[in-house]
């Protein structure tokens, strides 16, 4: 960080000294990489009476360029640089932690080993910071089989969480478990396999339930389905004396880009067309409700609201950092 702070400090310098300061004043200088490491790695909101807690899985650069569909480089450059970000974008893997009578649920478990060390996989320490072990964890509700959400359900291909019931979506479950899929869609083969991968395990011990459609899946928490990014993306919507959260999956990975372009789609969005409209309906639905939203790439603890933006498109308004004793 230091050695990056000072580097950009000579680039800003050389740049002032080699141009006439009317041109300095019009060339934006380049934003430095903070790369740090984070020791709390969680916050915690209340939803009426739950107590929901983000747990930081760790932070990954993510190449735009490559990813994003319906933007071109300088587009994307351009409203990074507006947002004081640049590409690679450091991208949030949260998970989230929500404390019901009876039951200790995770929303989705971040990547586990699939992304190599240092690279996610951070979310059994932010448990054991909670006072929580793998053991304590009765229920996971999977926003869908990607890697960076259903990796940590395993290690070395065992269950990390022997006594959850894991939830996922009945099409995703359906799509991933049928090869066929991959020559039908030409979606990447790495996909189906990781599904496998991380959900046979709780198949195979009766521990997975899946959802065709809106459904309680726990006291105060509806799932429904929202296929476009996987068959079947779901959000889980928690409610609590007259409070609600919803927590969206991959509804959104890039506040910079995806905000103001709703239209823009990523590559891992298997059904492109209809991951853009879900976005757009859902986008539309949420800024009209002022309902609070859980996103797990939005940068941690991935928690806030949308409005309308005067530009056109959405805002993101993150929560008002609390902090304060409860009486
Ligand atoms: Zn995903």
Redesign the pocket.
């Known amino acids: 960080m230091h050695m990056n702070s000072r580097f950009a400090a000579a680039l800003l310098a050389a740049t002032l000294l080699q141009f006439p300061l009317a041109h300095a004043q019009q060339t934006a200088a380049p934003i430095p990489s903070h790369a740090v490491q984070q020791e709390s790695g969680s916050y915690n909101v209340r939803v009426g009476d739950i107590k929901v807690t983000a747990l930081s899985d760790g932070t990954i650069p993510i190449d735009l360029h490559a990813l994003l569909k319906g933007a071109t480089p300088e587009n994307i450059d351009k409203l990074l640089m507006r947002s004081f970000q640049r590409n690679p974008l450091e991208t949030s893997i949260n998970v989230y932690l929500v404390k019901l009578p009876g039951h200790t649920v995770l929303i989705d478990t971040g990547a586990g080993q699939l992304f190599g060390p240092g690279n996610g996989g951070r979310l059994l320490e932010r448990l054991a910071a909670q006072g929580l072990q793998p053991e304590d964890v009765t229920d996971v509700l999977l926003t ?1 089989a ?1 890697s ?2 259903s990796g940590g359900l395993v290690k070395d291909g065992q269950r990390v969480f022997p006594n959850a019931t894991v939830y996922v979506g009945k099409p995703d479950v359906d799509f991933f478990f049928n090869e066929s899929n991959q020559k039908k869609t030409g979606y990447e083969q790495r996909y189906f396999d990781i599904a496998r991968l991380t959900l046979k395990p709780y198949m195979d011990a009766g521990k997975l339930k899946t959802f065709a459609a809106t459904q309680e899946v726990l006291p105060g928490i509806t799932a429904t389905l929202h296929p476009g ?2 068959p079947g993306s779901a959000f889980y919507r928690l409610t609590s004396a007259g409070e609600s959260l919803t927590f969206v999956g ?1 509804l959104i990975h890039v506040a910079a880009v995806q905000f103001p372009m709703p239209g823009v789609t990523i590559t ?1 969005d298997q059904n492109q067309a209809k991951a853009a409209s879900v976005r757009k309906a859902q986008f539309a639905a949420f800024a009209r409700e002022r309902a609070l939203i859980a996103a797990p790439h939005l940068p941690f603890p991935g928690m806030g609201h949308l409005r309308t933006s005067s530009s056109g498109g959405y805002d993101w308004v993150p929560v008002t950092y609390t902090d304060r004793k409860e009486n």
């Open positions: 869908h990607h960076d959400h990014h996987t991959d891992f």
